[in-house]
């Protein structure tokens, strides 16, 4: 998991977070979509939520674009067994700087993942639709399409089948898309996520193992314009679980961990350093830890993101940093 910008001397670590807006109440969050059955996807600007299949792509699209329909299968099957249908298949990684297994990070790398990741979550588009969707200023030539393809298809290589995982179009009606094979890191959290979140704190292992699979912001720092309502989907629900997980690790008794409450806040942190939800659980387990420094450190640095973005305070911070540093502070542990 990635360590946290912020830093002091005292507490049970060095690792300082901060985070987004949601509810105090790890039983009220929504939980995410079931990654076996279809379930909501972020709209895209000006449209409806669509929906969407456990591994982020529309159902109504994947099965236009293979000619078969999305299967749903039973809800137990989440978990490591959905991991090991093919070990060795390609995995596009968006939780983070877009990456994808076996494509170089130089040259024309950069573009073949970000096709890719595309391709998993857009399938079936038109070739002029991806090359806007590729590049919204200048949009690619189809030639340009196809040579990327072509380099995508060299990197992926095949499955234990021979089967390629960016498939060839036999003719001008086949979709553009890839295997059924390839995973994603999203599917992934997903997977735990919905797992572990009617768990309680018994779904403390999946929900942090999913909180170790985030690399910073969704898609990087410079989205492509498709990306963007995913990636705000995406950074919604990573700080739901950062937030689950610092509720249930802060206070005392059997699961109290300030490190790993104080790691979830860095991981969210890391995300989206304006989520004021996750600066309140930050003071909290500076609080619970008897960190007055930490504290202020906390209260600190979510004034100074609000004064750069030009906001207030939400009542509710200011009413825990009022309760906090109070005469009657001591009251306010647990909450």
């Given at each position: 998991?990635?360590?946290?910008?912020?830093?002091?001397?005292?507490?049970?670590?060095?690792?300082?977070?901060?985070?987004?807006?949601?509810?105090?109440?790890?039983?009220?969050?929504?939980?995410?979509?079931?990654?076996?059955?279809?379930g909501?996807?972020?709209?895209?600007?000006?449209?409806?939520?669509?929906e969407?299949?456990?591994?982020?792509?529309?159902?109504?699209?994947?099965?236009?674009?293979?000619?078969?329909?999305?299967?749903?299968?039973?809800?137990?099957?989440?978990?490591?067994?959905?991991?090991?249908?093919?070990?060795?298949?390609?995995?596009?990684?968006?939780?983070?700087?877009?990456e994808?297994?076996?494509?170089?990070t130089?040259?024309?790398?950069?573009?073949?993942?970000?096709?890719?990741?595309?391709?998993?979550?857009?399938?079936?588009?038109?070739?002029?639709?991806?090359?806007?969707?590729m590049?919204?200023?200048?949009?690619?030539?189809?030639?340009?399409?196809?040579?990327?393809?072509?380099?995508?298809?060299?990197?992926?290589?095949?499955?234990?089948?021979?089967?390629?995982?960016?498939?060839?179009?036999?003719?001008?009606?086949?979709?553009?898309?890839?295997?059924?094979?390839?995973?994603?890191?999203?599917?992934?959290?997903?997977?735990?996520?919905?797992?572990?979140?009617?768990?309680?704190?018994?779904?403390?292992?999946?929900?942090?193992?999913?909180?170790?699979?985030?690399?910073?912001?969704?898609?990087?720092?410079?989205?492509?314009?498709?990306?963007?309502p995913?990636?705000?989907?995406?950074s919604?629900?990573?700080?739901?679980?950062?937030?689950?997980?610092?509720?249930?690790?802060?206070?005392?008794?059997?699961?109290?961990d300030?490190?790993?409450?104080?790691?979830?806040?860095?991981?969210?942190?890391?995300?989206d350093?304006?989520?004021?939800?996750?600066?309140?659980?930050?003071?909290?387990i500076?609080?619970?830890?008897g960190?007055?420094?930490?504290?202020?450190t906390?209260?600190?640095?979510?004034q100074?993101?609000?004064?750069?973005?030009?906001?207030?305070?939400?009542?509710?911070?200011?009413?825990?940093?009022?309760?906090?540093?109070?005469?009657?502070?001591?009251?306010?542990?647990?909450?």
């Amino acid at each position: 998991m990635p360590a946290s910008p912020f830093t002091a001397g005292t507490g049970d670590s060095e690792i300082y977070p901060a985070l987004l807006a949601a509810s105090t109440d790890p039983a009220s969050l929504k939980l995410l979509p079931d990654p076996k059955a279809p379930g909501k996807a972020p709209a895209e600007p000006g449209t409806e939520p669509a929906e969407m299949t456990p591994d982020g792509r529309a159902p109504q699209k994947a099965a236009e674009a293979t000619g078969r329909p999305q299967e749903t299968p039973a809800a137990e099957a989440v978990g490591e067994d959905t991991q090991a249908q093919d070990l060795h298949a390609p995995e596009i990684r968006v939780l983070g700087p877009v990456e994808v297994t076996g494509v170089a990070t130089t040259g024309h790398g950069p573009s073949q993942a970000r096709l890719a990741a595309l391709l998993y979550f857009r399938p079936g588009r038109s070739a002029d639709v991806l090359c806007a969707d590729m590049d919204p200023v200048s949009p690619w030539s189809t030639a340009t399409l196809n040579a990327r393809l072509q380099g995508l298809r060299r990197a992926l290589g095949n499955d234990p089948a021979g089967n390629a995982y960016v498939p060839r179009r036999r003719s001008g009606d086949d979709p553009y898309e890839l295997s059924e094979a390839v995973r994603c890191d999203w599917a992934r959290f997903t997977q735990l996520a919905q797992r572990a979140l009617p768990q309680g704190t018994a779904g403390l292992p999946d929900l942090e193992k999913a909180l170790g699979l985030i690399r910073g912001r969704p898609f990087g720092t410079r989205p492509l314009p498709w990306a963007e309502p995913y990636q705000q989907e995406m950074s919604t629900r990573i700080i739901d679980v950062a937030h689950t997980v610092a509720t249930y690790r802060t206070p005392t008794g059997p699961h109290h961990d300030l490190t790993a409450a104080r790691q979830a806040i860095a991981t969210g942190l890391d995300v989206d350093d304006s989520a004021e939800l996750l600066y309140r659980d930050w003071m909290r387990i500076e609080h619970a830890a008897g960190n007055r420094a930490g504290l202020h450190t906390a209260i600190t640095r979510i004034q100074d993101i609000n004064r750069k973005i030009d906001c207030s305070l939400e009542n509710e911070t200011e009413q825990l940093i009022n309760d906090l540093l109070g005469p009657t502070g001591g009251r306010a542990r647990g909450r």
